[in-house]
């Protein structure tokens, strides 16, 4: 029996296999690189949100964005300019006559800056700039 040609298959696969290992191989050290740099891009990111959340009560507090309304900016001028006031004080400031209609839209634009973390109402109807 000539066993050469057997010896020759094998080589062959042998080959093959060989090939496939080196690819495999090369494969495995792409991956384990990639591995690498999205682990450290994790720990970059980790210390990253360590950073920022040690800086955020450092951080000056912005406030929100005010209603579009010429109103809302001159309602905090009065209130930088004295301390607690009620929505008719409020309107006085203003210049708006002391109607109940405009003592009452006053007070709604008052709950809406109290909404937006802006003022307080520390006793009902006694507005004050938030501290």
Known sequence: MNTQPLLDALDLQEDAARALADDLRAQIDALQTRLREAEMHLEHLAITRKTLTSLADRLPA???DLPEHPDYPRILAA???T???RAK???EALGHELL???IEGT???LKRLVKLGILTEADT???SQKQ
């Open 125 to 127: 109807g006694n507005f």
């Open 62 to 64: 912005t406030t929100p």
């Open 89 to 91: 004080d409020v309107c």
């Open 83 to 85: 301390g607690p006031l």
């Open 107 to 109: 007070r709604a634009k």
């Open 79 to 81: 209130f930088n300019a």
């Open 100 to 102: 109940p209609k405009d």
